[in-house]
């Protein structure tokens, strides 16, 4: 398996993409997730963003990449889809996206839904709405080579009977899943179980833990993290990421372990990959 991280790590620090980029070489680490910004914003033109605009050549910041031996495992496209403005915006953000994945050489794009039920819309309106948004999403990833994961991050993804119906809207293998451990756990559901249905889905995976205080004040009320403040192995959702790598391994996982956790400008997320590494080798799966 191979070993990243998703930038939103130095959102209170402040960092540049950039700084990620030397983050990431001087903890011997190749891939990287960051967020995709459809426009302008002062916090990123000054540098104080860790994420990265579309209006960012592709190819010129592909080349920066492979000069600090770094690659995207995939970039971040989360505009939710559930609304009634997901196809007014997401949709249009998302192919965005998908072009500019391909000039980047990035293979993954990452979507979810929204945190709450939309307004306005029963359920099935809802999920009729998503239909019709990834059918046209997936056409465009499937002529671009790019594979689309829905993440478990809103009120339809995190329950497994609705994110089995989102991951059969299109007969299509580029439509998959990106597995989250902390997502799903303070949704009120079972990591373990949830990642053992949809394995055979997963094609990119969030490593993320959850503090003791957060589970017992929203467990089951939210569906989501916006960031962790929780170093892995140090909350109570350690134990389901262990059986989780576990479940991993064994169904042959090859892809990226994608570490989300507030970095703390590094301490908190440095202390996440020493973990991580060290529970690897315990299990036994080979790290790169």
């Not at 090859?254 to 997320?269: A, F, N, R, T």
């Given at each position: 398996m191979k070993i990243g991280f998703h930038t939103d790590a130095f959102n209170s620090a402040y960092y540049s993409f950039d700084k990620c980029l030397e983050w990431a070489k001087t903890n011997g680490l190749h891939y990287i997730e960051c967020g995709l910004i459809d426009g302008i914003s002062w916090a990123h033109g000054l540098g104080y963003y860790p994420h990265l605009a579309l209006y960012e050549d592709p190819v010129l910041l592909r080349r920066k990449m492979q000069s600090y031996g770094v690659e995207f495992s995939q970039v971040d496209a989360a505009y939710p889809l559930s609304g009634k403005d997901g196809p007014i915006r997401g949709v249009?953000?998302?192919?965005?996206?998908?072009?500019?994945?391909?000039?980047?050489?990035?293979?993954?794009?990452?979507?979810?839904?929204?945190?709450?039920?939309?307004?306005?819309?029963?359920?099935?309106?809802?999920?009729?709405?998503?239909?019709?948004?990834?059918?046209?999403?997936?056409?465009?990833?499937?002529a671009h080579g790019i594979t689309v994961n829905i993440e478990p991050h809103g009120y339809f993804t995190t329950k497994p009977e609705f994110m089995a119906r989102m991951l059969d809207f299109c007969a299509s293998p580029h439509l998959r899943m990106n597995?989250?451990?902390?997502?799903?756990?303070?949704?009120?559901?079972?990591?373990?179980?949830?990642?053992?249905?949809?394995?055979?889905?997963?094609?990119?995976?969030?490593?993320?833990?959850?503090?003791?205080?957060?589970?017992?004040?929203?467990?089951?009320?939210?569906?989501?993290?916006?960031?962790?403040?929780?170093?892995?192995?140090?909350?109570?959702?350690?134990?389901?990421i262990k059986k989780c790598l576990a479940i991993l391994r064994d169904h042959g996982y090859d892809g990226v372990l994608s570490i989300e956790c507030e970095g703390q400008g590094g301490p908190m997320i440095e202390r996440s990959l020493a973990w991580l590494r060290k529970t690897l080798a315990e299990l036994k799966i080979k790290a790169e």
């Amino acid at each position: 398996m191979k070993i990243g991280f998703h930038t939103d790590a130095f959102n209170s620090a402040y960092y540049s993409f950039d700084k990620c980029l030397e983050w990431a070489k001087t903890n011997g680490l190749h891939y990287i997730e960051c967020g995709l910004i459809d426009g302008i914003s002062w916090a990123h033109g000054l540098g104080y963003y860790p994420h990265l605009a579309l209006y960012e050549d592709p190819v010129l910041l592909r080349r920066k990449m492979q000069s600090y031996g770094v690659e995207f495992s995939q970039v971040d496209a989360a505009y939710p889809l559930s609304g009634k403005d997901g196809p007014i915006r997401g949709v249009p953000y998302v192919i965005k996206s998908i072009q500019w994945a391909a000039q980047v050489g990035c293979t993954r794009v990452d979507t979810t839904d929204g945190l709450h039920a939309p307004a306005g819309l029963s359920d099935q309106e809802a999920m009729d709405l998503m239909k019709r948004s990834y059918e046209q999403i997936i056409e465009i990833a499937e002529a671009h080579g790019i594979t689309v994961n829905i993440e478990p991050h809103g009120y339809f993804t995190t329950k497994p009977e609705f994110m089995a119906r989102m991951l059969d809207f299109c007969a299509s293998p580029h439509l998959r899943m990106n597995m989250d451990t902390g997502n799903t756990f303070i949704a009120g559901q079972d990591p373990v179980a949830f990642l053992r249905r949809f394995v055979d889905r997963v094609s990119h995976v969030h490593i993320k833990d959850v503090s003791e205080s957060l589970a017992a004040a929203t467990r089951g009320k939210q569906t989501g993290i916006a960031v962790s403040h929780c170093a892995l192995g140090e909350g109570v959702n350690a134990d389901n990421i262990k059986k989780c790598l576990a479940i991993l391994r064994d169904h042959g996982y090859d892809g990226v372990l994608s570490i989300e956790c507030e970095g703390q400008g590094g301490p908190m997320i440095e202390r996440s990959l020493a973990w991580l590494r060290k529970t690897l080798a315990e299990l036994k799966i080979k790290a790169e």
